[in-house]
């Protein structure tokens, strides 16, 4: 058999492999799937199976219809900015709920060289929230505090570097913050009744 014909050959018996990967994936997936029903879980963000005149508002409309408060520093418009965007509400026009979140960024020395200056830097981040109805008579849903903490190496006399390597590790810290701060809340909100 030529060499051609045993490539050919085998690219015909590989063909139907896609699909029994994919049923084999399926069959797999589906034991896993119902043990985790067993065990209580459910999706943060699934469709809420009460559906009463008491039941509790989806969670994503909830957070959609969320307004970010104004955060000072410009880390604080980093992070507000940055629930905007996962919250859905940069252009919500009337919000029902307000987040209020307070920020705190501190940095401590890490690593020291032989002169006693800094060579590593930790950056922990704390963010303590709120989440406010708004209204006649403002009533407090849910609260929490969220923390964070990451570090970034001072190159010997390389001051470009070091503030270009603070500035993403300020950027990681809030990124982390708003995906912690949003998960929390959604859960908050799932297992309240808003």
Do not use: H, K
């Not at 559906?51 to 969670?59: E, F, K, L, Q």
């Not at 000072?72 to 859905?88: F, H, I, K, V």
């Not at 010997?156 to 809030?174: C, E, G, H, K, Y």
Request: proline share 7%; aromatic share 6%.
């Amino acid at each position: 058999m030529s060499q051609a014909a045993s490539s050919t050959s085998s690219s015909e018996t590989e063909r139907p492999a896609p699909a029994r990967r994919r049923l084999l994936a399926l069959l797999a997936g589906a034991p896993a799937a119902l043990a985790l029903s067993g065990c209580g879980f459910r999706p943060v963000y699934a469709p809420q199976a009460a559906a009463g005149p008491d039941a509790p508002a989806p969670v994503r409309a909830v957070l959609a219809s969320t307004f970010v408060a104004i955060i000072p520093e410009r880390s604080g418009q980093l992070l507000r900015r940055a629930l905007q965007q996962r919250l859905g509400a940069a252009g919500s026009a009337a919000p029902n709920y307000e987040l209020r979140v307070g920020l705190q960024l501190a940095g401590e020395p890490e690593g020291f060289r032989r002169d006693g200056t800094a060579s590593r830097l930790r950056y922990n981040a704390i963010a303590t929230w709120q989440l406010v109805t708004l209204g006649p008579e403002p009533s407090l849903r849910a609260e929490g505090t969220e923390r964070a903490f990451d570090s970034f190496n001072i190159p010997d006399n390389q001051f470009f570097a070091a503030d270009f390597s603070r500035d993403a590790t300020v950027q990681r810290l809030i990124e982390q913050l708003a995906n912690d701060l949003v998960l929390n809340l959604s859960v908050r909100l799932r297992d309240s009744t808003v």
